[in-house]
């Protein structure tokens, strides 16, 4: 029996699926005729590790001309089906590379869509094509932003737009990528009002970072 926490508890009768694209794992909701208010209380509980479910993120699968967002509804020509993504600590986000994945698998296996369809999200429809098991998505292509942002004080990170927000920054080498303290979120000054996703990578070839 999952309870969540004691300030959330989690709702009796809720339909969830455990699911994860590259190890970023979800809860995904089916609820195609958009009767579930999923609050930030809900998400947190469900995707807690210790008292719910647990996850990197909560993945609701909605019809998109039940969605409540203007900008998300205007896609229904589009895409039949919108993916509602939440992060694990109840806020909202444009769309998650992973979770779209997720998604796309769970529609072709239910039989709600073919071997190529578009998906809407927050951040916009995307086309995506399933062949066995292979799921490619196209996410379209990356907006640099005006802003600039150091992490961790000392490193200076490109600001992307993709769609999610993302502070990008580029390593040496190996040593300095080995080195970096991972056991705690980035420090990234300013931050971005929508807050940010930040990586770091060093290059390995012409075409190919690590």
Known sequence: MISGSANHPIQAGLSVIKAHGTENDFVLIPDLDGTLSLSAGLVRALCDRHAGIGADGVLRVVRTKLATEPDVRSQADQAEFFMDYRNADGSIAETCGNGVRVVARYLQRAGLVGDRFTLATRGGAVAIGVRDE?????????????????????????VLTLPNPHVVVELAGERELTELDLTRPPVVEPPLPEGQNVEFFIRRGPRQVA
């Open 134 to 158: 292979d799921v490619t998505v196209v996410i379209g292509t990356a907006t640099v932003r005006p802003e600039r942002a150091v992490v961790d004080g000392e490193h200076p990170g490109l």
